[in-house]
């Protein structure tokens, strides 16, 4: 009979969960996209994880994260909701031991954690521009007409990069276009965009950071191999892209459940079978007083189960169930 830990990271482009070991072994990792419905992308995560996994397994624990993490919380049935820096850290820590910088571009954002002696002193995190996020890649790469998997090996083919404003999303995109029509080469203009984008990144994200080694370099942008070596050129320091560096979330989240349920007690768990529920998400606004709160409520087969986002517990704290204490 096999035994572990279930950790899901719901984001706005990707959802992925994984299945860690009682030894803390990753069993499975699934990367999915969200495509706009979390809901869905959870539980066909959760559809896929069951098939691979052995009929007889037993989950102990459920940890979420990501900008979903509530609603994956309340449809899985989370031991423990963390916020994405400390399942980010957590992952990092164990996985590269005494790290102490986590440079970290996923989807829709970038953040860096700053950690000493195992523990986060600081961070950042960067949702306004869109340069260097996985989004932006993805359109450039499907501009070009290249698969965004040969990205970063196209990039490291470069003798001679292009320098190309990386400021704002809108301006790399023209400056890249104006360098094509000059007749530069494709991988001298990918590599002078990944060195582009991680100026923008440092300049940004990481301006006033101490950015001590070890250096890792997560989030599914650390795939891109362009990216990492502009990130070392930039920094003078050896990058680190850890094992599951694009599901760091959930793996973090895994973690922290396994340490949630150390003390013994059942999982809330409400079982893979929640893959065919029908679960529904809407809201409302409360007009009860000036705040105007907008309220997020869930139903499942057609049953309210959780409400959140007020600020006096009105309309959340009037459920009484377990659910809504996520």
Not at 200 to 212: D, R
Not at 233 to 257: F, I, K, T
Not at 295 to 313: L, Q, S
Request: net charge neutral; charged share 20%; hydrophobic share 40%.
């Amino acid at each position: 009979m096999m035994k572990g830990y279930l950790g899901i990271d719901v984001g706005s482009v990707s959802t992925n969960l994984v299945f860690m070991g009682e030894n803390g072994k990753i069993r499975e990792a699934i990367y999915l996209r969200t495509r706009g419905q979390p809901i869905f992308a959870l539980q066909e995560g959760l559809r896929q994880l069951a098939e691979r996994l052995p009929a007889n397994t037993v989950v102990r624990g459920v940890g979420t994260t990501g900008s979903g993490r509530y609603l994956a919380g309340i449809i899985a049935g989370a031991d423990v909701v963390k916020n994405e820096i400390t399942s980010h850290a957590v992952a990092a820590s164990t996985l590269v031991p005494g790290v102490q910088t986590i440079l970290e571009i996923g989807g829709q954002d970038s953040k860096i954690i700053i950690l000493r002696n195992g523990v986060v002193t600081d961070f950042a995190m960067n949702t306004v521009c869109a340069a260097g996020t996985g989004s932006f890649l993805d359109q450039q790469a499907a501009r070009l007409n290249i698969p965004i998997e040969d990205f970063g090996e196209l990039a490291l083919k470069s003798t001679v990069p292009v320098r190309i404003a990386g400021r704002c999303a809108v301006f790399a995109e023209s400056d890249m276009i104006h360098k094509q029509q000059m007749g530069y080469s494709l991988p001298d203009i990918l590599a002078g965009l990944c060195e582009a984008l991680v100026r923008n990144y440092l300049n940004n994200v990481g301006k006033g950071k101490e950015i001590l080694p070890p250096v890792v370099f997560q989030g599914g942008v650390a795939a891109n191999a362009g990216m990492r070596r502009a990130f070392e050129q930039a920094l003078g320091l050896e990058v680190h892209v850890p094992p599951h560096y694009n599901v760091m979330g959930a793996v973090g989240a895994a973690l922290l459940a396994r340490e949630k349920m150390a003390g013994g007690g059942t999982s809330r768990f409400r079982g893979f079978g929640v893959a065919k529920t029908r679960f529904k998400a809407g809201g409302f606004e409360c007009e009860g007083c000036p705040n105007l709160c907008e309220v997020v409520e869930i139903t499942r087969e057609g049953e309210v189960i959780a409400r959140w986002g007020d600020r006096c517990g009105r309309w959340s704290g009037s459920l009484g169930c377990q659910e809504n204490a996520v």
